[in-house]
């Protein structure tokens, strides 16, 4: 059985940094097609954040987190990242590592099968 855990959330304050980790049970991480990361905030939409491709050369930001967000993967370690720089109060949100094989547009979290259980993170203001 395919898992996906996310760990690595926390209370952080305005303009600090956090590193989310998705470990992968169950399958390798770099077959999947894209790896991605999405936040959820209260009365929001699911959002994605960032996304991964098979190769890893391939990779797709939000305008809202280009710069201040990477994503990568560790294929020893079988585990995708999100490092976050500078982070805002607005970014307070539910953040969940997704994976998928067929998709048709990163953005749209209906394309993607398997979902981790996602990590809080909390900015200070």
């Known amino acids: 059985q395919v898992q996906l855990v996310e760990s690595g959330g926390g209370l952080v304050q305005a303009g600090g940094s956090l590193r989310l980790s998705c470990a992968g049970s169950?399958?390798?991480?770099?077959?999947?097609?894209?790896m991605a990361w999405f936040r959820q905030a209260p009365g929001k939409e699911r959002e994605c954040v960032a996304a991964?491709?098979?190769?890893?050369?391939?990779?797709y930001y939000a305008d809202s987190v280009k710069g201040r967000f990477t994503i990568s993967r560790d294929n020893v370690k079988n585990t995708v990242y999100l490092q976050m720089n500078s982070l805002k109060p607005e970014e307070t949100a539910v953040y969940y590592c997704?994976?998928?094989?067929?998709?048709?547009?990163?953005?749209?979290?209906?394309?993607?099968?398997?979902w981790g259980q996602g990590t809080q993170v909390t900015v200070s203001s």
């Open positions: 997704a994976a998928s094989d067929n998709i048709r547009n990163v953005r749209v979290a209906s394309d993607y099968r398997v």
């Open positions: 991964l491709g098979r190769s890893g050369g391939t990779t």
């Open positions: 169950g399958r390798t991480l770099s077959t999947y097609t894209i």
